[in-house]
């Protein structure tokens, strides 16, 4: 990874970027931390303070220290770094908590790793430390190591502390990123598309202090981790729909198919129609799990909340409403096929009664077929108005 000269004099090389609601009693700390950064490691930057509609006297503090004061009229963490961000000047972002938790002495490791050719760098709280009391246990020993390995397993991502609120990043990048969110959930998208999109990340360890305020934070543990935990998941179709959707349908096919002609005795437990009828709802549960795993991928898309790699685009493109309606019709014109066979064969027994065994043998089948041929026709016509050229 080839190394960037420093900037020539003058040039705007680092913005460090802070989200403010309310922060009036550790923003002043905070910028001057700054701001001492800057000066004693000789980089051309600046300090912004995106405000997200304080109420107190954050705004003048900010611009009586010299920081430059953005104002953020759309509510939430992640809107107000994004406008924060938007507005910087600098090749290179820091952005971090203003309510005194992180060091912003450490800008200078931040912009050396950025200089080395990353483009984004995370800090690590785990790796760096951590005080007593500066992170909830629930945070410290549950959240925060949960969600971060979960975001390994589902995108192989390399960071360790996917949601430490102090990173840096390449102006450039960020805006390749083209990030969606408002709230908490913006911390997860930032790592998680820079993977998708193949940009370099690296970790730095950091050290979490606790915080200056005397007010509750802003943090909502539970509810802000579950926020994160369902972005990652509506993020990942894969392993929210298509996995559990292939092994329930794979699994009813292969079960229900050994039953089609007669029971079957596995260790003295003999399986019917019953166990049938059951394998039939896993097949029409797995293929309704599979078509939402080609919804929500389609959906992620279209809204930009993520690209589309070059092997999806290739079967995105055979998916049409001509073809969900030919393989759907197929598929109800066999079911009903089946279903008309066992109407012939109750006539043949002159309506009476029937072995169920034998009737039903017909009966499941047709009717799982005739259902996923219509639930293919549904979701084909949906998939197409997903796939609507619209302007953004």
């Known amino acids: 990874m080839n190394s960037e000269p420093i900037p020539a004099h003058g040039e705007m090389e680092l913005s460090i970027v802070l989200p403010c609601l309310n922060e009036a009693e550790t923003l002043e700390a905070c910028i001057q931390e700054a701001q001492a950064a800057l000066r004693n490691a000789g980089i051309v930057g600046e300090i912004i303070v995106a405000d997200n509609g304080s109420s107190d006297d954050s705004r003048a503090i900010a611009g009586a220290l010299g920081a430059r004061v953005v104002a953020v009229a759309t509510r939430g963490y992640g809107s107000a770094l994004r406008g924060g961000i938007t507005a910087a000047r600098g090749r290179f972002v820091l952005m971090g908590d203003a309510d005194g938790s992180y060091d912003f002495r450490e800008a200078l490791r931040f912009v050396e790793k950025l200089r080395e050719g990353w483009d984004l760098v995370m800090g690590n709280r785990f790796a760096g430390g951590i005080e007593e009391g500066a992170m909830p246990w629930k ?119 050994a039953l089609l002609s007669g029971p079957v005795r596995v260790h003295g437990v003999e399986f019917d129609v019953h166990t049938l009828l059951f394998c039939a709802v896993a097949v029409l549960l797995g293929a309704q799990s599979i078509a939402f795993a080609i919804m929500t991928k389609v959906y992620s898309i279209q809204a930009g909340l993520q690209p589309a790699p070059a092997r999806e685009a290739a079967w995105l493109r055979w998916i049409s409403l001509e073809l969900g309606l030919a393989v759907g019709g197929m598929l109800a014109l066999l079911g009903l096929g089946l279903s008309l066979g066992a109407l012939a064969y109750w006539r043949a027994k002159g309506f009476g009664n029937l072995d169920p065994g034998g009737l039903l043998r017909w009966v499941i089948p047709g009717g799982t077929l005739l259902t996923l041929g219509m639930q293919t026709i549904l979701v084909s016509f949906f998939l197409s108005i997903l796939t609507l050229p619209l302007r953004r």
């Not at 925060?144 to 360790?160: E, Q």
């Open 139 to 257: 945070n410290r020993h549950l959240g925060n190591p949960v969600l971060s390995g979960l975001g390994r397993i589902l995108f192989d991502a390399p960071c360790r502390d996917f949601h430490c609120g102090l990173r840096a990043f390449r102006k450039e990048a960020f805006i390749r990123l083209d990030l969606q969110t408002d709230g908490m959930e913006f911390a997860s998208e930032m790592v998680i598309k820079a993977k998708l999109l193949g940009l370099r990340t690296a970790e730095i360890p950091i050290k979490l202090r606790r915080d200056g305020r005397k007010r509750p934070p802003h943090l909502r543990p539970w509810r802000d981790g579950w926020r994160h935990l369902r972005f990652m998941l509506l993020f990942s179709p894969r392993w929210l729909f298509l996995y559990p959707g292939v092994l329930a349908a794979a699994g009813g096919l292969v079960c229900g198919g």
